[in-house]
């Protein structure tokens, strides 16, 4: 009972989002989804998506609508990078969950009005006991678990129920460049498939198009192969291989606790996603800022485009160092 008083008492969060005026260099609108801790940012950028009036104030979603929730435990990286197909296939928002037996039901319920969660991990990753209790406190809510042992193989059962077929290949191991692939993914109409890039993998009745990352990240040659020589080069290759996208999202191309909420605003931002570091010259990004469409200055909410937009706190990527990369004209680079 003590359990099922926690989750049913979840309270939601508010807080969104940091934003910047636009001062010299990039020309659009500069955004950071920052929470306290892995589980906070996941929670700010899915409650972006929802109505609201300013940073902080996130109403509900008007009756009638609805958006499905995925739930993955906030150590599972190669969960939420399979998490991509769900949201972009049925318009899910990305939770990650702060303990196995723990879920912020009232988001999911009081926000999102979710109708169906996903839980994307075994009952190692997400507790037994979370399936039950979600059905008890969203009344007429459907679970469904993916809960093969493998992460792997859970990554083929949600492409084969998401009925994405033609797929891009990332190493499952290389979380960078599997989340560049990621924007790669909703740019062309792809599934994104994750192997354990060491050795040889089963096609399993899957085409892939495009296969991300060296041979050392993924042996098996399949599609067409978009690398670099690091991470960083890799996730430039992969923008240039895209077109028509409408704002960039940028991540800690060292350290993912923060990095894989990103996926939650991938396929809604129609964004791409690209590794960055700080003790890096960032400035190189600066070839896909300049290529994206003109932002609106009036508009309450960022919803349209013309967007660099930050996911995690200054922890993670420093202020000085999306300081130097978005604003060029002072000083910071010839």
């Not at 929802?50 to 104030?57: G, S």
């Not at 037996?101 to 190692?124: A, E, F, P, Q």
């Not at 192997?195 to 060296?214: C, E, F, I, K, S």
């Given at each position: 009972?003590?359990?099922?008083?926690?989750?049913?008492?979840?309270?939601?969060?508010?807080?969104?989002?940091?934003?910047?005026?636009?001062?010299?260099?990039?020309?659009?609108?500069?955004?950071?989804?920052?929470?306290?801790?892995?589980?906070?940012?996941?929670?700010?950028?899915?409650?972006?998506?929802?109505?609201?009036?300013?940073?902080?104030?996130?109403?509900?979603?008007?009756?009638?609508?609805?958006?499905?929730?995925?739930?993955?435990?906030?150590?599972?990286?190669?969960?939420?990078?399979?998490?991509?197909?769900?949201?972009?296939?049925?318009?899910?928002?990305?939770?990650?969950?702060?303990?196995?037996?723990?879920?912020?039901?009232?988001?999911?319920?009081?926000?999102?009005?979710?109708?169906?969660?996903?839980?994307?991990?075994?009952?190692?990753?997400?507790?037994?006991?979370?399936?039950?209790?979600?059905e008890r406190f969203i009344p007429g809510c459907k679970v469904v678990r993916i809960g093969?042992?493998?992460?792997?193989?859970?990554?083929?059962?949600?492409?084969?129920?998401?009925?994405?077929?033609?797929?891009?290949?990332?190493?499952?191991?290389?979380?960078?460049?599997?989340?560049?692939?990621?924007?790669?993914?909703?740019?062309?109409?792809?599934?994104?498939?994750?192997?354990?890039?060491?050795?040889?993998?089963?096609?399993?009745?899957?085409?892939?198009?495009?296969?991300?990352?060296?041979?050392?990240?993924?042996?098996?040659?399949?599609?067409?192969?978009?690398?670099?020589?690091?991470?960083?080069?890799?996730?430039?290759?992969?923008?240039?291989?895209?077109?028509?996208?409408?704002?960039?999202?940028?991540?800690?191309?060292?350290?993912?606790?923060?990095?894989?909420?990103?996926?939650?605003?991938?396929?809604?931002?129609?964004?791409?996603?690209?590794?960055?570091?700080?003790?890096?010259?960032?400035?190189?990004?600066?070839?896909?800022?300049?290529?994206?469409?003109?932002?609106?200055?009036?508009?309450?909410?960022?919803?349209?485009?013309?967007?660099?937009?930050?996911?995690?706190?200054?922890?993670?990527?420093?202020?000085?160092?999306?300081?130097?990369?978005?604003?060029?004209?002072?000083?910071?680079?010839?």
């Open positions: 009972m003590a359990l099922a008083l926690g989750v049913a008492m979840a309270a939601p969060s508010f807080a969104t989002w940091v934003d910047y005026k636009p001062y010299g260099g990039f020309g659009g609108k500069v955004k950071r989804y920052k929470g306290y801790d892995r589980v906070k940012t996941s929670e700010y950028t899915a409650n972006s998506l929802n109505p609201h009036k300013n940073l902080y104030d996130v109403h509900p979603l008007p009756k009638g609508q609805s958006a499905p929730t995925v739930i993955i435990n906030k150590f599972s990286f190669q969960d939420g990078l399979t998490a991509y197909n769900l949201c972009k296939k049925y318009n899910a928002r990305l939770l990650l969950a702060a303990r196995p037996d723990y879920v912020n039901i009232g988001l999911m319920r009081d926000y999102y009005r979710s109708k169906t969660v996903y839980l994307l991990g075994s009952t190692k990753e997400i507790s037994a006991s979370i399936d039950p209790y979600i093969n042992p493998d992460p792997y193989q859970r990554n083929l059962d949600v492409l084969r129920m998401t009925g994405f077929n033609d797929v891009v290949v990332a190493d499952g191991r290389n979380f960078a460049d599997a989340l560049s692939a990621s924007g790669l993914c909703n740019n062309k109409g792809l599934g994104l498939r994750i192997v354990y890039g060491g050795r040889g993998y089963d096609p399993a009745g899957l085409n892939t198009v495009y296969t991300v990352g060296g041979s050392n990240s993924v042996f098996t040659d399949a599609g067409k192969r978009i690398s670099g020589f690091d991470r960083y080069e890799t996730g430039k290759a992969v923008a240039r291989e895209c077109s028509g996208y409408s704002n960039l999202l940028f991540v800690n191309g060292k350290d993912y606790p923060d990095s894989i909420s990103a996926i939650n605003l991938v396929a809604p931002k129609n964004a791409l996603v690209l590794p960055i570091a700080d003790g890096r010259d960032n400035s190189d990004m600066k070839e896909f800022l300049t290529a994206l469409p003109p932002a609106s200055f009036y508009a309450k909410d960022f919803e349209k485009e013309g967007h660099g937009i930050v996911i995690g706190g200054f922890g993670s990527l420093s202020h000085a160092t999306t300081d130097k990369m978005f604003y060029l004209s002072r000083g910071y680079h010839n």
